[in-house]
């Protein structure tokens, strides 16, 4: 097995599908379309050559009474539709997408950290991971957050440009001037026949 993992980063209905909570409360989902059909060829690729697939799953917890909690002070106030409604366990809109559902492990993430209170660092550290491939929506969001953090924990990190999207181009290609600072940003063309030539040496 790759000591190399593939991380898909929130592309569930609610946030990335056009009927998701996301896209009915103004926030387009356009820019997912774009990327998509590249995202299923890596997920092909990586299968065919044993990398490890981990998709994140933004979570929102409900109490007993069927209310959110632990939204924090941010999401209350940039995403406030979530309070009553989007992305709770079970649902249609916290499922990944259909075209992505064949991944190998899944991980719920209750911040903007893929990292913080999640298990993810437990099946880098057990499946040997050194390298990360990222991939998501939004680039300024969850990509750029993970990378930071993956970068402080020492991971080589690979931030595939045409596997990324923002709500709009002049987000997503600030975000990639950023990631490009602590990560290599590059696209899947690019890193599939460089990890090609590295397997073959």
Known sequence: MS????????????ISHKDGIYNKNGLDVTN?????????????????????????QFTILENLNKEAVGLGNFL?????FLEKEGLRLGSWGHDLLDEIKNVNYLIKRWSFSAFYHTELSRHLKALRINELILAGFTTNGIVETTARE??????????LSDLTASYSEELHFASLNNLNSFSEV??????????IERQGK
């Open 186 to 195: 590059i696209s899947s063309k690019t890193w599939k026949e460089n990890f």
């Open 32 to 56: 997912v379309s774009k990327i998509l059909p590249n995202i299923v060829d890596m997920v092909f690729f990586c299968k065919e050559h044993s990398i490890p697939i981990i998709a994140t």
């Open 76 to 80: 209350k106030k940039s995403r406030p």
């Open 3 to 14: 000591n190399t993992a593939f991380i898909i980063l929130d592309l569930q209905n609610d």
């Open 150 to 159: 993956a970068a402080s924990r020492n991971y080589k990190i690979f931030t």
